[in-house]
């Protein structure tokens, strides 16, 4: 397969908003989209950047979701990264009726801690978030 994986730059803000919003679509969450491309690039690019991103650059001919490696050089990559920065764990957030990743994060040697730990992922926002430092 050919691809190369990189860090992601300030001009791939367009496409990371893209599909953020195709992945919202997918997850039947849409209507709960905010980031704009604007956020990404400020957030992502400034002098202190919240969040770091690597991109997959795969060739037009070959963008199909499955079976190429993409997943498993992503995760390779992330991994690499994580480790490097000091970091003992990666933690994925997955919709319980999405097997596809499910099973393709299991594939990856990745246990379920909701399951066996009994995690719940939380999140405040909106009003709640507002207020949280009152």
């Not at 933690?91 to 730990?117: C, H, I, P, R």
Request: charged share 25%; aromatic share 8%; hydrophobic share 35%.
């Amino acid at each position: 397969m050919d691809f190369s994986i990189r860090a992601a730059n300030v001009e791939d803000c367009k496409d990371i908003a893209r599909m953020i919003v195709e992945l919202s679509e997918y997850e039947k969450v849409a209507d709960q989209v905010k980031v704009t491309q604007r956020d990404l690039e400020q957030d992502g690019f400034s002098k202190n950047p919240f969040f770091h991103g690597i991109v997959a650059e795969v060739p037009e001919q070959h963008k199909t979701k499955d079976g190429k490696g993409i997943g498993k050089a992503l995760m390779s990559k992330v991994a690499q990264l994580g480790l490097a920065a000091g970091c003992n764990q990666l933690n994925f957030t997955v919709l319980d009726w999405n097997k596809q990743s499910l099973d393709f994060y299991f594939s990856q040697g990745s246990v379920d801690v909701t399951a066996s730990m009994g995690y719940h992922c939380m999140r405040c926002e909106g009003e709640a978030l507002d207020s949280a430092p009152s």
